[in-house]
């Protein structure tokens, strides 16, 4: 570790962390470096002991849980392992804003203290739900976590590219440059992105040399998509992409671009920081330390390996709990031990939003990875989406050169026709962009018709 990286991690950020408020960060840091290391036996116990904290805690401060046990006439003795959540009700966004603000607010907090919190999502719902410093400061924890896991030390060079900067200190605009000064951050606008904007960011990271780029996968495989085009090169080693499903194609796409640099995926959603691949790109190893992973389909576990939705048990937050909370991500789960030594358990698939898949006919998920992929063979179209309108019929956004022609329409339709079924109906629109989402993510699919198992309250 050079000196710079001594000093910021000895002198600026415990300092600077406690004077804000986030004192926990450093602390709680350390822990995860080492349990990483730790046997699956010895993180499945830190869990449980976790977890008994938790729901004790629940029962005594959080009249909606005290109200379901008591009703299911549970205590919280009654709760000891992680195999005991069953016990509890499946809930979702819709359960966790309906009653943030009043039976599912942690009573032993005082009101001061809470942090208002919203997901950055898309949809038209909103996730609503109270945090703390303390809480915060934890998250940050597992999400630095994953970029000392890719290679990054505190002070080396990164970049992010999103739609709007991402501060720890909001509203001290003066003290949030003297974070990025010293951590060294930089921020590229991923707002506009004509070829002209992209010329000027090959630049800026010639110029910067990060060791470490941040964005969401779609964002940066368009990156790379034009600089491959424009036979333009920058190496950078880590790249971390994030907020949605990153497909094979697309890996290979920025892998190339930033070469000889790898790409390591990181999930997380609705404010928390879930799982991150390590050096052997062979899973995502789930932050088991703070968060318990189900994987469940039809309200039921299903076995290690299948695919189901991804359900939370937030083991360190209590503002607004987060226990059996379905984030309506589609994943698998794996227990074999990972080449690298860490003891967290693995994500071995990780198929994104739920409402990026399509439902066939016969009632089967369908991840849409090949189509990212045949997308990239019809030359003529420049950018696309798909929306799933019903089972049977399917919208397609096209942004296409001239040189698109009858061909190139019947290929795409008939692509689609072999994976959806003989009788599903296509209907192409032709537009001059595809918008971006609030949050400047580009989603190729959208499905409107997969529903998911709803909460049980
Ligand atoms: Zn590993």
Request: charged share 25%.
């Amino acid at each position: 570790m050079s000196a710079y990286s001594q000093f910021l991690r000895h002198v600026v950020i415990p300092v600077g962390s406690r004077l804000a408020g986030y004192g926990d960060f450093l602390p709680y840091l350390e822990a995860l470096e080492a349990s990483q290391w730790w046997s699956p036996q010895q993180i499945r116990e830190l869990q449980n002991a976790k977890l008994r904290r938790l729901i004790a805690h629940v029962y005594e401060n959080v009249p909606f849980y005290r109200q379901i046990m008591d009703e299911r006439g549970l205590t919280p003795g009654d709760i000891q392992t992680t195999d005991d959540l069953v016990k509890l009700p499946i809930v979702d966004k819709k359960t966790i804003t309906a009653h943030y603000d009043d039976t599912l607010r942690d009573r032993s907090i005082p009101r001061n203290q809470l942090i208002h919190a919203t997901s950055s999502g898309s949809t038209a719902e909103r996730l609503h739900y109270w945090t703390t410093k303390a809480q915060k400061a934890k998250k940050w924890a597992g999400l630095f976590r994953w970029w000392e896991m890719v290679g990054y030390t505190f002070g080396d060079p990164y970049v992010t590219f999103q739609l709007a900067p991402n501060q720890g200190f909001k509203g001290w605009p003066l003290v949030g440059k003297l974070e990025w000064l010293l951590l060294r951050h930089h921020w590229l606008s991923a707002q506009e992105m004509t070829d002209e904007v992209l010329a000027r960011y090959v630049e800026n990271l010639k110029a910067w040399k990060p060791k470490l780029f941040r964005s969401y996968a779609s964002t940066v495989y368009y990156l790379a998509r034009r600089m491959n085009e424009a036979g333009l090169q920058v190496p950078i080693p880590s790249i971390l992409t994030t907020g949605e499903t990153l497909t094979p194609h697309m890996r290979e796409t920025i892998e190339q671009a930033f070469a000889p640099g790898r790409v390591f995926n990181e999930y997380g959603g609705d404010g928390m920081q879930i799982a991150a691949e390590c050096e052997m790109h062979d899973g995502l190893h789930i932050n088991a330390e703070t968060y318990i992973v189900e994987i469940v389909k039809d309200g039921e576990r299903v076995p290690d390996g299948e695919l189901g939705e991804v359900v939370l048990t937030n083991l360190e937050a209590t503002a607004t709990p987060f226990i059996r909370y379905n984030i309506h991500d589609v994943a698998a789960i794996s227990h074999e031990p990972c080449a690298c030594g860490r003891g967290l358990p693995r994500l071995s698939h990780l198929e994104g939003r739920l409402t990026d898949m399509f439902v066939t006919s016969d009632g089967h998920w369908l991840t849409v990875h090949q189509f990212t992929a045949f997308f990239a063979k019809v030359h003529s179209v420049r950018a696309f989406q798909v929306i799933q309108k019903e089972v049977d019929f399917i919208l397609i956004k096209l942004v296409v050169d001239d040189t698109f022609s009858d061909a190139d329409r019947r290929r795409i339709v008939e692509t689609f026709r072999n994976y959806m079924g003989p009788n599903t109906r296509f209907e192409l629109e032709f537009v001059d962009a595809i918008p971006v989402s609030p949050v400047g993510k580009r989603r190729f699919f959208i499905s409107e018709v997969i529903q998911g198992t709803p909460s049980e309250v």
